[in-house]
């Protein structure tokens, strides 16, 4: 299957500063890659579809302002988590979806963990 | 009624018994299926894709989707330790830029 990778696996910051995280297709070309958000024990929960060289979407009650995301190539989407705070603490996972087929390939996920 | 119904668990089942994962769901409109797999901090895996009801086997796992009992299936022959995971439904409908639906997922353990 398609390989999609994340970077950083995990990452530890302060309250108010922002964390980046990069989202890769590694053999395959990605014009739309999403990225969820998990809780413990919770399903996926999308925030927003990022179509390459246009604005991303996002879901009702994601703040676009807190999430920015940038797709600006056919393998890389970013996610910057702004002024990032405690309750911003959660799995973050990326996906994309393959050229041509109806399924999607999940990154192996972020942890983020706001002190 | 939410759009996909997945009892959360967990299912306990012996070392190869056969396991049974189930989703149903509301909207007629969903075209594809999948099923993932998911590790503990680990981001899904996709084990089974298929497209409008009938049967797909790949190796131990078999997907089956009924849609005129908007209903669809994962089952796992010869379980093992190592597929003791929680598992997603997800499907969406057939338009180019639809996102997918998921279940919450049914944690399974699987006991040697």
């Known amino acids: 299957g398609a390989v999609v990778s994340q970077h950083p696996s995990w990452v530890i910051c302060k309250s108010g500063t922002s964390v980046k995280i990069e989202c890769r297709s590694l053999?395959?070309?990605?014009?739309?890659m999403f990225w969820y958000r998990q809780f413990p024990k919770q399903s996926l929960m999308l925030m927003a579809t990022?179509?390459?060289?246009?604005?991303?979407?996002?879901e009702q009650g994601v703040e676009k302002d807190k999430f920015l995301i940038n797709h600006a190539s056919l393998t890389l989407s970013t996610l910057t988590v702004t002024s990032a705070h405690p309750e911003d603490s959660s799995f973050y996972i990326c996906?994309?979806?393959?050229?041509?087929?109806?399924?999607?390939?999940f990154g192996p996920g972020t942890r983020l963990l706001v002190l | 009624q939410k759009e996909v119904e997945q009892d959360p668990g967990p299912l306990s089942v012996p070392e190869g018994a056969i396991v049974s994962l189930n989703c149903t769901y509301s909207n007629s409109a969903f075209q594809y299926f999948m099923w993932y797999r998911q590790y503990s901090r680990k981001g899904p895996e996709l084990l089974m894709y298929t497209y409008s009801s009938g049967n797909k086997e790949d190796g131990r796992f078999t997907a089956q989707v009924d849609k005129s009992s908007k209903y669809i299936s994962l089952f796992i022959r010869d379980s093992q330790p190592s597929d003791s995971a929680t598992y997603l439904c997800?499907?969406?409908?057939?338009?180019?830029?639809?996102?997918?639906?998921f279940g919450k997922g049914t944690m399974l353990l699987v006991s040697p």
């Open positions: 996906s994309a979806r393959v050229p041509r087929q109806e399924t999607q390939y």
């Open positions: 997800a499907m969406r409908v057939s338009s180019g830029y639809s996102t997918l639906t």
């Open positions: 053999d395959f070309q990605a014009t739309t």
């Open positions: 990022s179509n390459e060289g246009s604005k991303a979407t996002y």
